[in-house]
């Protein structure tokens, strides 16, 4: 006799709490619903036990396949995530794949919550931009079979397929564009998280500067600060504590146009005055008044990397649990703002 499928009204019973409970944490509501972490676990740590499949997803289970895949990214409103989601969103499609996507704020509870509820989901695969903490759950994630594919950045000690660029050789090469057009007092400003990508940028930058004698000068911003909006103070204060600043270096794009509302800010002819590099395009770096020099990423070839990697794991074909770890190279995009008046 076939096995009857595990019911939430059976975990309820199982565990002596009320099916709403069941439900509420199945779903990924149990933060929103004050249930304890304790709870939470407690009744994920069954339902994995017992093979629970919510049943929306049967037809799913009798194929294996959703067809679905997550695209979790830092967050899906920056203008670097939202074109790479774009281009993934068309490649996946013609593969028979449709794409789901959200935003874990580089927090890594959302990170967790998120995870969990779409693997609950029984989505075929993750493409993830993982926030700094989540090392274990991605790994819990390849221990189960589960296809991941990791994004922008990397955990050293992990195997697992990513795709990344080399930060550091294009943090590198800007700051050395900028040295070879006469700047010298260049400042670098960055975040403060220990993640991979924001790692090799700051070393590119220590590395070109100190090869050409010159002397650093770091800004690094907690996120949870830039999160509150209050980047811009950073930047001010930095400006502030080092006038004799030619020449300044963002390492995101976000950073950048904080940079540049506070340049305007303090005195609109420093947006003249000063070299200016964002690292990642934005289309509006092309209409400043001067157009900003930027590192770009190569989207297209990104994506389809992503989707050459997945598809292996997808299919389980032979050779697949080998990870592979594609680095590629950016273009840096030189405009007006990174050469010397």
């Keep these: 006799m076939k096995k009857k499928p595990v019911s939430i009204k059976h975990i309820a019973s199982e565990l002596n709490i009320s099916v709403t409970t069941v439900s509420f944490v199945l779903n990924g509501k149990a933060k929103e619903k004050h249930i304890s972490k304790e709870l939470t676990k407690k ?3 069954y339902a994995k036990l017992m093979n629970y499949r919510p049943n929306q997803v049967a037809q799913s289970l009798r194929t294996g396949k959703s067809k679905l895949l997550v695209f979790m990214v830092e967050d899906i409103s920056n203008s670097f995530f939202s074109k790479l989601a774009r281009i993934f969103e068309d490649i996946a499609y013609d593969k028979g794949y449709k794409v789901i996507f959200c935003s874990n704020e580089n927090n890594d509870e959302k990170s967790n919550e998120l995870i969990t509820l779409f693997n609950f989901r029984q989505v075929d695969g993750f493409i993830i931009v993982p926030s700094p903490g989540i090392k274990d759950t991605i790994e819990e994630l390849l221990k189960d079979g589960v296809p991941v594919v990791l994004l922008d950045r990397f955990f050293e000690e992990l195997d697992c397929c990513s795709v990344v660029i080399d930060n ?3 943090s590198f090469d800007a700051t050395q564009h900028l040295i070879d057009n006469k700047f010298k007092n260049i400042g670098f400003i960055t975040t403060a998280v220990n993640q991979s990508q924001m790692g090799g940028r700051l070393s590119g930058y220590e590395d070109a500067v100190k090869t050409n004698g010159l002397k650093p000068h770091t800004l690094q911003i907690p996120f949870n600060e830039i999160i509150k909006g209050r980047g811009k103070a950073y930047i001010h204060n930095f ?12 390492a995101t794009n976000y950073l950048a146009q904080s940079g540049l509302e506070v340049l305007k800010e303090k005195d609109s002819k420093l947006i003249r005055d000063l070299g200016i590099i964002a690292f990642d395009d934005n289309d509006m770096f092309k209409i400043y008044d001067p157009a900003i020099t930027s590192v770009s990423q190569p989207l297209v070839e990104i994506s389809i990397k992503l989707m050459e990697l997945m ?4 299919k389980k074909k032979e050779g697949s649990e080998i990870p592979q770890k594609v680095v590629l190279k950016t273009e840096l995009l030189i405009r007006e703002s990174s050469i010397m008046k």
């Design 43 to 45: 009744v994920l740590d």
């Design 168 to 170: 550091a050789q294009a």
């Design 239 to 250: 400006l502030n504590n080092h006038p004799e600043l030619d020449a300044l270096f963002f």
């Design 311 to 314: 598809l292996p794991l997808l």
